[in-house]
């Protein structure tokens, strides 16, 4: 009883492509509806039935959107300053290798 109930309660969150596959459940990473969620065709784009659908019909609020984007900016500003630390930290140690 209490798996059937599990069971409907997974048949409700999750979706069928036309396929007959579950959907993945994935995340949008655009600008415009960056971390909203959708479900699409699991099969590769040239197999893919052509399936994607929003899971929330609504998009995030503007001020969200625009948080999450300043946020992923200074992200990607840190992972170029911690490459750069890194080369210097590689060449410290290459000098250092050779004393
Ligand atoms: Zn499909």
Redesign the pocket.
């Known amino acids: 009883m209490l798996e059937g109930s599990i069971n409907s309660l997974e048949t409700l969150n999750s979706r ?6 579950n ?1 993945l459940n994935l995340m949008a990473w655009t600008d415009l509806n960056v971390g909203r969620r959708f479900h ?4 590769p784009k040239v ?5 994607w659908e929003w899971q929330d019909k609504q998009q995030l609020p503007l001020r969200a959107v625009a948080v999450i984007l300043e946020l992923i900016g200074k992200l990607d500003n840190m992972k170029v300053e911690r490459n750069k630390l890194k080369s210097i930290v590689d060449g410290m140690e290459r000098v250092k290798g050779m004393i």
């Open positions: 069928r492509c036309y396929c007959g596959f959907a699409k065709c699991p099969r197999n893919s039935c052509g399936y």
